[in-house]
């Protein structure tokens, strides 16, 4: 079947540690999107990239980084300069012309 | 710019009532508009879209919405609310429907249903 498969799906990150989130889609899409969520604040957008090896920032980029070397593979960093990485993040994918598919989601929590 | 306010981070229903949500939007093309569903420690999933055809939509599990451009609004109903709609709710907008569009989202809705 296809899908997003975003992984893992809790992860724990000590302060002043990057960590990376996988997200990976076997749709043939070819725009994918990172956003944070956090409680009552909808979701914010970070990066998007509309082809491989060509990305944007979006509304909340800084300390974060990403790269799109392959269609399939999304994978965002979450650095030591962002100051508040506790949220959810959803990644998504979209065909031209066509509408959002959503993952799971990862739940990262600093300790 | 393209923004949505969702009015009302928290509506409850009782099983069987008529479920209202709320969502404006400000956008300064004429917008594409969704309405997602999310349950916990989920993704969102597409209830429905308006994308300039019908002013009224329909989406899945009998939910619908209507687009009233005079009043730059886009809410959600259903007639008669089950316990599995339990869930966040999110508007969201867009300015293109084409290779570059992203979609800017509302806070979101907490729906609470009673038996």
């Known amino acids: 079947d296809g899908g997003i498969t975003q992984s893992p799906k809790y992860l724990f990150r000590k302060e002043g540690q990057n960590v990376t989130l996988s997200c990976e889609q076997n749709?043939?899409?070819?725009?994918m999107y990172w956003y944070r969520q956090d409680p009552g604040q909808g979701l914010r957008l970070i990066y998007y990239?509309?082809?491989?090896?060509?990305?944007q920032k979006g509304d909340i980029a800084e300390g974060y980084s990403v790269s799109r070397e392959k269609k399939e593979s999304f994978p965002l960093t979450v650095t030591s300069a962002q100051k508040n990485p506790t949220a959810f993040y959803l990644c998504?994918?979209?065909?031209?012309?066509?509408?959002?598919?959503f993952g799971s989601g990862t739940r990262l929590t600093v300790v | 710019a393209q923004s949505v306010t969702q009015l009302g981070s928290h509506v409850s229903v009782s099983e069987g009532a008529l479920v209202l949500l709320r969502c404006n939007y400000s956008?300064?093309?004429?917008?594409?508009l969704f309405w997602y569903v999310q349950y916990p420690n989920q993704g969102l999933q597409l209830l429905l879209k308006?994308?300039?055809?019908?002013?009224l939509v329909k989406g899945i599990n009998g939910f619908e919405a209507e687009f009233k451009k005079s009043e730059t609004s886009f809410h959600l109903t259903k007639p008669s609310a089950h316990m599995s709609d339990a869930a966040e709710y999110f508007c969201?907008?867009?300015?293109?429907?084409?290779?570059?569009?992203?979609?800017?989202f509302g806070k979101g809705t907490l729906l609470t249903v009673n038996p």
């Open positions: 998504a994918s979209r065909p031209q012309g066509g509408g959002y598919t």
């Open positions: 749709l043939n899409h070819d725009a």
């Open positions: 990239s509309q082809i491989v090896n060509d990305f």
């Open positions: 956008s300064s093309v004429p917008p594409y």
């Open positions: 308006y994308t300039s055809a019908a002013t």
């Open positions: 969201a907008v867009s300015e293109s429907g084409g290779s570059n569009y992203k979609l800017t």
